[in-house]
Nanobody, 126 residues
Framework: QVQLVESGGGLVQAGGSLRLSCTAS??????????RGWFRQAPGKEREFVAA????????SYADSMKGRFTISRDNAKNTVYLQMNSLKPEDTAVYYC?????????????????WGQGTQVTVSS
């Protein structure tokens, strides 16, 4: 079993920043060389891709609306993945989920990920 736990969400004003964390525990060897991703889901909307990277960290991928504002990174020693979010907008309000897959290749398709966290709420006020 692999557990993913997100933290770092909260309420922030438009233009502000937040850093989300996702820490893995349990049988982390299962996903050690797997890709990691972040997704988000706003009320009444589908879960959408935010960012992902290859297990090596060399290749990253971002949704167009997040490019230049969000940065995904990892700390292998801590089994933790981060999502730095800058210049936040009210439309970024959502529950943010981290995800992991066994394959090392990043994917923007949520169905490619077999491991999910519980999510953390991000609310951006105008």
């Amino acid at each position: 079993q692999v557990q993913l736990v997100e933290s770092g969400g909260g309420l922030v004003q438009a233009g502000g920043s937040l850093r989300l964390s996702c820490t893995a525990s349990g049988r982390t060897s299962t996903i050690y060389t797997g890709a990691r991703g972040w997704f988000r889901q706003a009320p009444g909307k589908e879960r959408e891709f935010v960012a992902a990277f290859h297990w090596s960290g060399v290749t990253t991928s971002y949704a167009d609306s997040m490019k230049g504002r969000f940065t995904i990174s990892r700390d292998n020693a801590k089994n933790t993945v981060y999502l730095q979010m800058n210049s936040l907008k009210p439309e970024d309000t959502a529950v943010y989920y981290c995800a992991a897959r066994n394959s090392p290749s990043p994917s923007s398709d949520r169905y490619d990920y077999g491991y999910w966290g519980q999510g953390t709420q991000v609310t951006v006020s105008s």
